[in-house]
């Protein structure tokens, strides 16, 4: 019996431990708690600056996430610029139709966890920021765990809360494009 009832106490010890772990919060996006499941280092290379991109720098560690905040009616992100077309910073072709995309399409890039290995492709998501609204095709990942290479422009992985849009969304949204950057809210169309 004493030896049935230590294995007991050890499993439950080990259960608080992985449930604590980093790499098990990571795999639990339900709880709304997302935190880095790695780290990947940097590399520099030839990083197309259109749009002011996150290049990639020799020996810096950047943070990769497999997991996003949960979707919402109203989902907090940030909004970053990006072109999708080819020879700019998006890099290769969109994941979703392997193709690229003018700049005056409605398109957008999600992080990794949101993208849901392409579960989003080709869905429109309705984008909302300083009270106007629009819709926007998803064709493409803004990858969370890889970069530095020239896959990704020599790019740092993405956050894992990023809506990364063409220039047409921005115009759409009246926002100023130099700032690269912008709160907003997001969530699944249902336009």
């Known amino acids: 019996m004493a030896s049935a009832s230590a294995f007991g106490a050890m499993a439950i010890v080990l259960l608080v431990v992985l449930s604590t772990s980093p790499a098990v919060y990571s795999l639990r996006p339900s709880l709304g708690v997302c935190h880095a499941s790695g780290y990947l280092p940097g590399r520099s290379g030839n990083c197309v600056k259109s749009n002011d991109p996150d290049c ?3 020996g810096k560690r950047y943070p990769q996430y497999r997991c996003s905040p949960p979707v919402t009616s109203s989902t907090p992100a940030t909004l970053t610029l990006n072109s999708f077309e080819k020879g700019k910073d998006g890099g290769g072709p969109s994941e979703c139709d392997n193709s690229y995309h003018s700049d005056d399409e409605m398109v957008v890039a999600l992080s990794t966890g949101w993208f849901s290995n392409m579960a989003r492709c080709g869905h429109r998501i309705k984008i909302t920021a300083n009270g106007n609204s629009v819709y926007a095709k998803v064709v493409d990942e803004c990858d969370s765990v890889h970069g530095c290479d020239d896959d990704h422009n020599f790019e740092a992985p ?5 809506v990364d849009a063409s220039p047409a969304v921005w115009n759409a949204l009246g926002l100023d494009q130099s ?3 912008q709160d907003i809210t997001w969530s699944d169309g249902d336009e």
Do not use: K, M
Not at 158 to 162: G, H
């Open 179 to 181: 700032t690269g950057e």
């Open 158 to 162: 993405c956050a894992n809360n990023i």
């Open 56 to 58: 990639c720098v020799d």
